[in-house]
């Protein structure tokens, strides 16, 4: 009887993702919108852009003026995601403006359209790389400490601990508004700020 060998099955290869750290500054458009309005339509893009892609987001942080973004994607570049999230956000916009027109026209006879909602040109955003190195340990849940005083370090934890709009409520242990893939080892932990 011949001895049979099983062979090693070829397994496949896993998918390799790239860290993207990135800084998008919110364009003029954000000034015919309430600042909360506008955050959440962009965590709703972000989310949009999460459900389907092989785009996972381990850290994030909406201002008034600029997206702070940490994340992985299965492409080297960031542009398809960015384009998908400018296209639900002019989506979600446009929704909004003619609702906005409608209401308008509803409660008064004369409205005129231009003196409403300017139209919204493209890019919503300017990209940036983000070179914070104390705010990417932040918002991704590492706990940062200097054996000194640094007041920039700790404006920004207290920044991130009061936002909102910001990934370290979902490395607290609580949910935000923004779907985050909590990076492997990061504990949920207590930012502390010293007064």
Sequence with gaps: MRKIE???EPC???KHFYSHKIELKIGAWKKQFDFNYVNTIIAMALNHCTKDNAFFINGYLI???TLY???KTDKKA???ILYKMEQHLSLLIQIHSQKLKKKMYETDDIVDDETILYPIYEPLFELYPLKNNHLIQLITGKKVALPYFDRELERLK???KHHSFCSVID???ALGPVDVTLL???TTHRIIVKK
Excluded: I, Q
Aim: aromatic share 8%.
């Design 6 to 8: 099983k062979k090693p």
């Design 12 to 14: 496949a290869p896993k």
């Design 63 to 65: 201002t008034s003026n």
């Design 69 to 71: 973004l940490v994340a």
């Design 78 to 80: 960031m542009d398809g």
């Design 158 to 160: 207290f920044m991130v």
């Design 171 to 173: 490395y607290s242990g």
């Design 184 to 186: 492997e080892g990061r």
